[in-house]
């Protein structure tokens, strides 16, 4: 009782003495709380067959039936492995890139070229989703840049967008265009955070431009590109659906049609709510136990970890 006691104590001084920092953080905690925590409550529809009129606690309870459903389905292979491949192709791709674009931006000593490089690099992380895919498709297009380029060097020209095996191309290089340079803000913030004396050590000891990459700075953006990682991690079963329904085609669901596409068809197209949310669900799953696994290894392998 005692020792309750002194808790809240505690936590009154603490509030008070840091109220303005919990101001700050009290819209992120509503965020979360009324868009992430708030909606869990209806994910038991995946449990239920769901009738709106009904209402979700008088809704018959199916139990694992729409999970068998899903699993036992011709459509479960093939977009699982359409998520696994687009994500794989992302971590393999997409996750080295901003890190690659902050080392070199670290090498660059002319600073208004540097900048000019971190300006046209930021902007596309500005642009919407919508605006991106209307950029590839045309750039992409029987008759756009890329074949009127091509043509020149006597290739002939491809239908990119209806290419069911161009399209994880498509997918995976737009969304590198696309965040590249935002994603290289946190890697250069960790690059500064490194102590310069360690470079003028390095130089001191004849250590090279390219020696002085690898033994001092990569080691310093270490811990921040570990926790990225597991982050990525923790959504390898994620892919943005509004950029596939936007993208892909019925030429092109062979490759593209991922489990965040399918379940916007189901729920929103064919109303199957309950089935949509048994699959959402699944996905969700996954990601978890995917994330605790991966900080599990880093925490095994390293001093990095989430928890």
């Known amino acids: 009782m005692h020792d309750g006691a002194t808790y809240w104590s505690r936590l009154r001084k603490d509030l008070k003495r840091n109220q303005i920092i919990y101001w700050m953080v009290l819209p992120a905690i509503l965020y979360y709380g009324i868009f992430h925590y708030g909606p869990m409550y209806g994910a038991q529809i995946a449990f239920k067959t769901y009738v709106p009129a009904k209402g979700i606690w008088a809704s018959h309870w199916v139990g694992f039936d729409h999970f068998k459903l899903f699993f036992n389905s011709f459509y479960f292979w093939r977009v699982l492995k359409n998520t696994l491949l687009i994500n794989l192709y992302q971590l393999i791709f997409g996750f080295p890139a901003p890190i690659l674009l902050a080392l070199l931006l670290n090498e660059v000593r002319v600073a208004i070229f540097k900048r000019a490089v971190q300006t046209v690099t930021y902007i596309p992380h500005f642009i919407s989703v919508v605006v991106v895919v209307g950029i590839v498709i045309d750039f992409f297009s029987l008759d756009g840049l890329i074949n009127r380029l091509s043509s020149l060097f006597g290739f002939k020209p491809i239908q990119f967008v209806l290419e069911a095996d161009w399209f994880r191309f498509l997918f995976v290089g737009s969304d590198i265009w696309q965040g590249v340079g935002w994603g290289s803000i946190i890697y250069l913030a960790a690059i500064a955070g490194i102590d310069p004396s360690l470079y ?71 109303s199957s709510f309950s089935f949509s949310a048994a699959v959402g669900l699944f996905n969700s799953v996954i990601n978890f136990a995917l994330l605790i696994v991966a900080n599990r290894i880093s925490r095994n392998v390293s001093e990095t970890k989430l928890w």
């Not at 950029?243 to 490759?255: C, F, G, M, Q, V």
Request: hydrophobic residues 50%; without cysteine.
């Open 200 to 270: 003028e050590a390095a130089k001191v000891d004849g250590a090279g431009r390219f020696r002085q990459m690898f033994s001092i700075t990569i080691p310093g953006m270490a811990p921040t590109i570990i926790i990225l990682f597991i982050l990525n991690i923790g959504h390898f079963m994620s892919v943005g659906a509004e950029k596939i329904i936007l993208l892909y085609n019925p030429a092109t669901y062979e490759t593209a049609d991922a489990i965040s596409s399918f379940v916007y068809r189901k729920g929103l197209l064919e």
